[in-house]
């Protein structure tokens, strides 16, 4: 498995200041991420790095988080696959209850999912909640402190989701 730069020790010239250091391993971590096979990873994640709603949330939050990002979330559709129940279908609504149905669409969730959405309206202008922003990658055309301000929301969604599915 070849390692990321920034995992290794590199031979830089003593003449580079620690910022300079810092960029050069960056970019050189970011040319690795580009040129590895790992699409279904960088389909969770654009770059390398730790994902931001790690240093936001609380360990509960970020956990539930993590579980709907790489599917072993506690939902139907997730436990049929790993064969420990028989039917991937939501009690309530009939369909596959996969991470994106309990996020967006079940209706037992849809007094959470319209909180979270106007608070998102209000404090970032994003027009309607999607998994991809509730999962923890919000819109890149927000600035760091509104990106930041999409994760403490999504995240307080998310582990009221959770608490009230028991994930």
């Known amino acids: 498995m070849r390692r990321f730069f920034s995992d290794q020790r590199l031979v830089l010239p003593a003449t580079m200041t620690r910022g300079q250091r810092l960029e050069l391993v960056q970019q050189l971590d970011h040319q690795r991420w580009r040129s590895t096979g790992a699409k279904s990873l960088r389909a969770l994640k654009t770059s ?14 970020a956990c539930a988080r993590a579980r709907l990002r790489f599917n072993r979330a506690r939902l139907n559709a997730s436990l049929h696959e790993r064969k ?3 039917s ?18 079940c209706n037992r969730y849809a007094n959470l999912r319209a909180t979270a ?9 994003i027009p309607g909640l999607t998994s991809v922003i509730a999962l923890g990658r919000p819109p890149p055309r927000l600035t760091l402190v509104e990106g930041d301000r999409c994760l ?11 608490e009230q599915r028991g994930c």
Do not use: F, N, W
């Open 152 to 162: 403490k929301i999504t995240g307080r969604y998310l582990a009221m989701l959770t």
């Open 117 to 125: 959405a106007a608070e998102l309206r209000r404090a970032c202008g």
């Open 88 to 105: 991937p279908d939501c009690t309530a609504c009939g369909v596959p209850e996969t991470v994106h149905h309990a996020v967006c669409d």
């Open 48 to 61: 390398p790095g730790l994902s931001r709603y790690l240093k936001l949330d609380d360990q509960q939050t």
């Open 84 to 86: 420990c129940i028989d």
